[in-house]
């Protein structure tokens, strides 16, 4: 099972936000464990990039389950909440790749984009940022209680 390699998301990310954008991906999150992350990281992303400029270096992790990060000052355990699928703190992203599986492309994409406009554009109100998500992203709106995608409607 092949694992995800950090440069399999770089490769997508605009030569304007290159090096801003830090990806670290944990040699746990594969290909067979999530065939369709990196596309929807894609396409979160390429909603958003044309609506931003990223001023300051950004942190994500793709990970699976609790992970210790390494740092100078000792080691960062991240951890999500058992209803969380994925986290922000600051300007780090934490993607879990396990928690993910078995959600549609279309979901994955949703999460990732509220994790991305949380950070980059500095909202912390989450009505306000599915109403953000559903500006961003076309085909999908919010009902009050949760996203309505017209391509599942039609099914």
Known sequence: MPSIRDSDFERNIAPAHVGMLA???APTV????????????TRAYRAISPKIQIK????IFFLTGPTHLNTS???LTVQLTPSAVNAY???????DAQRM?????ERKVVGILEELAHVLLGIVDEILIK?????????VS??????????????
């Open 101 to 105: 599986r078995g959600i549609s492309t």
């Open 131 to 139: 109403q953000v998500v559903c500006l961003l992203l076309a085909g």
């Open 73 to 75: 000052a000792g080691t």
């Open 142 to 155: 919010w009902d009050g209680q949760r996203y309505v995608f017209q391509s599942e409607q039609r099914a």
């Open 30 to 41: 594969t290909t067979e464990s999530d065939p369709d992350l990196v596309e929807a990281f």
């Open 89 to 95: 703190m600051e300007d780090l992203i934490f993607i």
């Open 56 to 59: 300051r270096r950004i942190l």
């Open 23 to 25: 990806i670290t991906v």
